[in-house]
């Protein structure tokens, strides 16, 4: 397997059984159409998108769940549906959606590991149209530029805070054994996920992932930077972070004999070439992966005058920060918002006949 290295979803259910009695008194609301399950100040949500995000979640899993199961799921879905909505129409009032280009240079990254005859089987497999996924891509990269101008913009760690929180974790920064800070690629051999994320676009067959990984390696001898060619990668956790894996153990690293080799025989800087990921148990190519040395820390205790702990919990204190603030920050504008939810309307009206 990869070497390895968080989404809110609050519970807005926990009513349900006043709800009930809610709306039992009052009845519900019918929807403008049938193929309507939810409203944002007005804005239609439709079943047919509802319907695109629930199958890509059910992955290539041969069980079909349960009629309760899949109400859940479409439920799950839809409140995260409703929330972007509010966050689209927050962007649009403050003039931050993003541009044709912005979409252009984003679908132009994520075709360039593939032929055309290739991307179109990608979105075949995926039941999508071209429209789809970049409608899909300006609502990511509208989101993003709304967060970094309402959230990121505002976050400030101070030089107190930084020596307020190593002098309470002091025995973080003492390593007990060398780590390795790592970056990947890694390309897996599957069936192709639906999920709604463009970037995840894996093959379907061992040849397939290794002329993609070969492709990607090209990229990197040509001289493009790993982060980019990163977003390609098939790992969710790394690839939006240009394939940053944070730091690995020694210890951790050893277990895979192969890939310890590689990482050792390099320098800072440095990349391996294509490695293979196989199965401890079936001793199966699962696909492939390169790795990136980023640095190498030997043992010991580390100090606050090194720029690298600064640096590191800078960016810890900025992200718990950041995490809290976007809490609050969809919670005001889900307050304020007119939202209401059809599906969960039919769902209760059938669940009390």
Known sequence: MPLQADHRAPSRFAG??????????????????????ATVNGKQ???????????????????????????????????????????????????????????NAKLTEIKA?????????????????????????????????????????????TDAEIAGYFAAHKAEFNLIEPQYRLAQIVVTAGPAQANGNPQDSRPVSDADARKKIESLRTRLDNGEDFGAVAMNSDDPNTAQNGGDMGFVQESALRRDPPVYDAIGKLKPGAITDILPIVDGASHRIMGYAI???????????????????????????????????????????????????????????????
């Open 16 to 37: 349900l059984p006043l709800l009930a009695a809610a709306l039992a008194f009052s009845g519900c609301h019918r929807p403008p159409s049938p193929d309507v399950v």
């Open 45 to 103: 949500i439709v079943r047919v998108d509802l319907e695109r995000y629930y199958k890509a979640s059910l992955g290539d899993n041969p069980q079909q769940p349960s009629p309760e199961q899949a109400d859940i799921g479409r439920l799950t879905i839809l409140h995260e549906m409703i929330e972007d909505e509010i966050l689209q129409q927050r962007a649009a009032k403050l003039n931050l959606a993003a541009s044709d280009e912005d979409v």
């Open 113 to 157: 590991p593939f032929t055309q005859e290739e991307f179109d089987n990608k979105l075949k497999q995926r039941e999508m149209t071209l429209d789809d996924l970049k409608r899909d891509l300006r609502k990511q990269l509208t989101k993003t530029k709304l967060l970094n101008k309402e959230i990121e913009s505002r976050i400030n760690i």
């Open 291 to 353: 790795y990136k040395l980023i640095s190498r820390e030997p043992a010991g205790q580390r100090e606050l005058n090194d720029p690298r702990v600064q640096q590191t919990i800078r960016q810890g204190l900025r992200d718990g920060h950041a995490q809290l603030l976007k809490n609050a920050y969809f919670e005001k504008l889900h307050d304020e918002a007119k939202v209401h939810n059809y599906l969960a309307d039919q769902i209760l009206k059938l669940g009390a006949q």
